[in-house]
């Protein structure tokens, strides 16, 4: 079994879908962030296990998640909840670290319509992987939302950031701990009706998760 943390704040519109599309072997954690829409109720009904993440922040909900995650299942996927990836791509991403053969992997972002990745926030993210790639040699192009890695190994990189700087500060620790890490193609629509990104619905959004990672690279 393949623990999948789903940082959450307000998906209830997203959940049934991404529920319904989990893959067998793979069982969901929604780590939920202070929701006022129901999804943590909507979650529960649904048979999910919920924990409840007072502290705010996308990092927060993350390390949450992991925590809660089984140790005996070894590898965690995190997926955000929000309707924008598939989970049934979810192997794509678990099957190379479940084989031992990387340590990483992260889930590279190809848009399946030009609505589903706005232009400010691609190009915010293509900023931060190039800087990513001269400054550690990582073969990283996207500061991906969904990945798998072992539980274990991912908490002992002791990551820090409880904001949207952490899949920055993950991929530096993977670096610096010498991890092998790889990217593969996954598809990304756009989020579910009802539903709002916190970081690429706008342009402050994006430019708070920017704020966000560029501490991250500058500690």
Not at 38 to 50: K, N, P
Not at 64 to 85: M, Y
Request: net charge positive; glycine share 10%.
């Amino acid at each position: 079994m393949t623990d999948v943390v789903l940082p959450c704040l307000n998906e209830a519109a997203a959940l049934p879908w991404l529920l319904s599309r989990m893959p067998p072997g793979y069982r969901p954690i929604l780590a939920d962030n202070g929701s006022t829409d129901g999804s943590a109720e909507l979650a529960h009904d649904l048979g999910v296990r919920v924990i409840n993440v007072p502290q705010p922040g996308y990092g927060a909900a993350v390390h949450a998640g992991v925590l809660a995650a089984d140790p005996r299942n070894g590898v965690v996927c995190v997926l955000d909840a929000d309707g924008s990836f598939d989970p049934a791509q979810l192997p794509r991403v678990a099957d190379p670290v479940i084989a031992g053969d990387a340590d990483l992997v992260c889930g590279r972002r190809r848009p399946t319509t030009a609505r589903a990745w706005p232009l400010h926030a691609r190009l915010g993210n293509a900023v931060l992987a190039r800087r990513l790639r001269q400054d550690t040699g990582l073969p990283v192009h996207d500061i991906a939302p969904m990945r798998a890695a072992r539980r274990d190994a991912l908490l002992a990189l002791d990551l820090r950031d409880r904001r949207f700087g952490y899949p920055l500060e993950l991929l530096l620790g993977a670096a610096r701990a010498g991890w092998r890490v790889r990217e593969v193609d996954v598809a990304y629509g756009p989020r579910a009706a009802g539903t709002r990104s916190k970081v690429t619905g706008t342009v402050r959004g994006t430019l708070r998760a920017i704020h966000d990672m560029q501490a991250v690279l500058t500690r």
